[in-house]
């Protein structure tokens, strides 16, 4: 399965982006995940393909929201109040064995190749 990511940008503070994430085939869970300059790579928010489970990460909740349209094999992340020390690197990461997601790096086998998202104050 190959991840491609879309919907980076350069956006002000306050601002929104939406990144999506489309798959070549069928997966179940899937993640978004992010690597600022100089830090490690951490967890956003995944959820299942049924869509019923979510979850993320604090420093996101109640202002990003994760969603998938199975169809379209995509993954979609709706990023609302951007603050700069949103700005990172985002990667897209997919599971065809994962039933349950998990917020671990190692519990996934596909990654895209990133996104930009850079926030200005």
């Known amino acids: 399965v190959q991840l491609v990511e879309s919907g980076g940008g350069l956006v002000q503070a306050g601002g929104s982006l939406r990144l999506s994430c489309a798959a070549s085939?069928?997966?179940?869970?899937m993640g978004w995940f992010r690597q600022a300059p100089g830090k490690g790579r951490e967890f956003v928010s995944f959820i299942s393909r049924s869509g019923r489970n979510t979850d993320y990460a604090d420093s996101v909740k109640g202002r990003f929201t994760i969603s998938r349209d199975n169809a379209l094999n995509t993954v979609y992340l709706q990023m609302n109040s951007l603050k700069p020390e949103d700005t990172a690197v985002y990667y897209c990461?997919?599971?065809?064995?994962?039933?349950?997601?998990?917020?671990?790096?190692?519990?996934?086998?596909?990654w895209g190749q990133g996104a930009q998202v850079t926030v200005s104050s």
């Open positions: 990461a997919g599971s065809d064995t994962l039933v349950v997601p998990t917020t671990s790096i190692g519990g996934y086998e596909y």
């Open positions: 085939g069928r997966t179940n869970a």
